[in-house]
C-alpha cells in the first residue's frame, strides 16, 4: 500500500475508534450536560478543530452548554444566534469558510474578528425532525471542513441529539407526572373539604329531621318527614365514604391497630343489618370457629366499616336464600409461627358477579349493571373502601363468585395467637 494511504486508512481506523469511545460514553453519561463536553472532547480528538461548542434550546433560544476555546464576552454575544428559524423542518449544516466574506455575520463581524475566529460550521442538532441545538466548530484561519469532517461532526451531533431528546421526554413526563399528583391531591382535597363542609349542615337536617318522625305526624306529612330522614341519612353515608376515601388518597387516613375482639365485631356488624336481611325474608347469620385461638388485630370501627360494607352488598344483592358471615382462623397459618390470620368470609345467594367483571371491582365507582346505581342504590366506593382499609390493617381482600349462584367476599387480618381465656382481652 502506498504510504499516504496507509496514512490515511490508520487515521480513519483512529478517528472510528475515536467515535466509538465516545458514543459508548455518550450513552452512559448521566447529564445532558455531561453529553455535550463528551462531544466537545470527541471533536478535538478527531476533527480538531481551534475551538467547539454545544449549544442547545432552552425557553425558546439557543444557550451554550459546553465550548472549548470561547471567551465569556463572546459568548454572550452571540448567543440566541441561529442561522435555521426555530420551526425550520429540515435545517442542514452551514459552513462558512471565511466570516468576513459572509454576508449573514455582518451584525456579528466585529464580535467574531475581535474573538479571532475566520471559520464557522454550524451542524445542527435535530431528533424527529426537530431543531434541539446546534453543534459549532471554529476554525482561526480561513478554512473549508471536508464533506466527511462535516459528516463526523453530523454523526457526533446526532449521538448528542439522541441523548438530549431522551432527557428532555424524561423530564417532560417526570413534569407532567408531578401535575397529575397535584391535580389529585386538589381534587382529594376538595372533596374531602367538601364533604366535610356539608357534614355539617346535613346533621342538622337529619337531627331535625329525626325529632320529627318520633313527633308522629299524621297522614302523607309523616310519609315525607321518614323520606327527608332517609334520603339524608343516605347522604350522610356517601360523604362519609367520600371523606374516608379523599383522606386515604390523601394518605391522611388514621386508624388504631389493636387486639380487638372480632366476634363480638361480627355480632354487631350483623345486627345492624338484620332488619334489613329480615324485610327481604333473607336468613342472615354467624357461623364463627375456633377463633378463641388468635386475636386478631386491627381497628374495629373500621373492621364495623368492612362489614358492614361485605354484609350490606349481601343483602342488597340476594333475593332469596341466605348471607352466611363465617369467620376463622385462616388455612394454612395454623401452627404456623408469628403468622396467623384470621379469615372472614361474607357468602351469599344472590346474583353473583361475572368472571370478566371480578377483576375491575374493588376500583372506585365501579358498579357491574350500569343500570345498578339506579336499581339497587349505592355510588361504587364501598368496595374500594374496604380494600383499603383492610389493606392499611395489613391484611388482604378478595372475591370468589359465579353469575347467578352468589358470592364469596372475604378478607383476612393479622392475628396473634392467644390463650383461650384472655378471649376477650380487648
Ligand atoms: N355480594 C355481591 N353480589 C353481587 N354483586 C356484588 C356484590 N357485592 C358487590 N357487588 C357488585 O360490585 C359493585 C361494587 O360494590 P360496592 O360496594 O363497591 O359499591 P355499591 O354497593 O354499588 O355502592 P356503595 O357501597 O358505595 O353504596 C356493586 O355495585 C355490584 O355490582
Ligand atoms: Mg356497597
Redesign the pocket.
Known amino acids: 500500500m502506498p504510504r499516504r494511504k496507509s496514512q490515511t486508512v490508520h487515521r480513519r481506523l483512529a478517528q472510528v475508534e475515536a467515535l466509538q469511545r465516545m458514543s459508548e460514553q455518550i450513552v452512559r453519561a448521566a447529564d445532558v450536560d455531561g453529553v455535550c463536553q463528551l462531544a466537545i472532547d470527541g471533536v478535538r480528538s478527531t476533527i480538531a478543530p481551534d475551538r467547539s461548542a454545544v449549544l442547545l434550546l432552552r425557553d425558546g433560544a439557543m444557550r451554550f452548554v459546553a465550548w472549548q476555546g470561547l471567551s465569556d464576552g463572546y459568548r454572550a454575544a452571540v448567543e440566541g444566534h441561529s442561522p435555521w428559524s426555530l420551526e425550520d423542518p429540515d435545517p442542514q449544516p452551514v459552513v462558512i469558510p471565511d466570516a468576513l466574506d459572509e454576508p449573514s455575520l455582518a451584525g456579528l463581524i466585529d464580535v467574531v474578528r475581535n474573538e479571532g475566529v475566520r471559520s464557522l460550521s454550524f451542524i445542527p442538532l435535530v431528533h424527529e425532525g426537530r431543531l434541539l441545538g446546534k453543534f459549532m466548530l471554529y476554525w482561526d484561519e480561513v478554512y473549508a471542513p471536508s464533506p466527511d469532517e462535516t459528516r463526523l461532526a453530523q454523526a457526533i451531533a446526532s449521538h448528542v441529539s439522541v441523548v438530549v431528546a431522551r432527557h428532555k421526554h424524561e423530564a417532560d413526563l417526570q413534569a407532567a407526572r408531578d401535575r397529575a399528583v397535584a391535580a389529585t391531591r386538589a381534587k382529594g382535597e376538595f372533596l374531602a373539604t367538601m364533604s366535610h363542609e356539608i357534614r355539617t349542615p346535613m346533621n342538622g337536617i337529619i337531627g331535625f329531621a329525626s325529632l320529627l318522625v318520633e313527633a308522629r305526624l299524621p297522614g302523607e306529612h309523616g310519609e315525607w318527614v321518614r323520606t327527608i330522614y332517609t334520603s339524608g341519612q343516605a347522604m350522610l353515608?356517601?360523604l362519609n365514604?367520600i371523606l374516608d376515601f379523599s383522606k386515604m388518597e390523601a394518605g391522611r387516613f388514621e386508624m388504631e391497630i389493636a387486639p380487638f375482639d372480632l366476634e363480638r365485631t361480627l355480632r354487631d356488624g350483623i345486627s345492624l343489618l338484620t332488619p334489613l336481611a329480615a324485610a327481604k325474608e333473607i336468613d342472615l347469620h354467624l357461623d364463627v370457629l375456633g377463633l378463641n385461638r388468635a386475636i386478631a388485630q386491627g381497628d374495629p370501627a373500621r373492621v364495623r366499616q368492612v362489614l358492614h360494607?361485605?354484609i350490606?352488598?349481601?343483602v342488597?344483592?340476594?333475593h332469596r336464600g341466605t348471607v352466611t358471615v363465617r369467620a376463622r382462623i385462616a388455612e394454612g397459618t395454623e401452627g404456623a409461627e408469628g403468622g396467623d390470620r384470621v379469615r372472614i368470609e361474607?357468602v351469599?345467594t344472590?346474583?353473583?358477579?361475572p368472571a370478566d367483571?371480578i377483576g375491575s371491582?374493588?376500583e372506585?365507582?365501579?358498579?357491574?349493571?350500569t343500570s345498578?346505581?339506579r336499581h339497587?342504590?349505592?355510588?361504587?366506593?364501598?368496595?374500594?373502601?374496604?380494600r383499603r382499609l383492610v389493606e392499611l390493617m395489613g391484611g388482604e381482600i378478595g372475591?370468589t363468585?359465579e353469575s347467578g349462584q352468589?358470592?364469596c367476599?372475604w378478607f383476612e387480618l393479622p392475628a396473634s395467637r392467644q390463650a383461650a381465656d384472655v378471649r376477650h382481652a380487648a
Request: proline share 0%.
Open positions: 353515608r356517601i365514604d360494607n361485605l350490606g352488598n349481601a342488597k344483592f340476594t361474607v351469599d344472590g346474583i353473583g358477579i367483571k371491582l374493588f372506585r365507582f365501579t358498579q357491574i349493571g345498578d346505581a339497587y342504590g349505592g355510588t361504587g366506593l364501598g368496595l374500594a373502601i374496604s372475591v363468585s352468589g358470592s367476599f
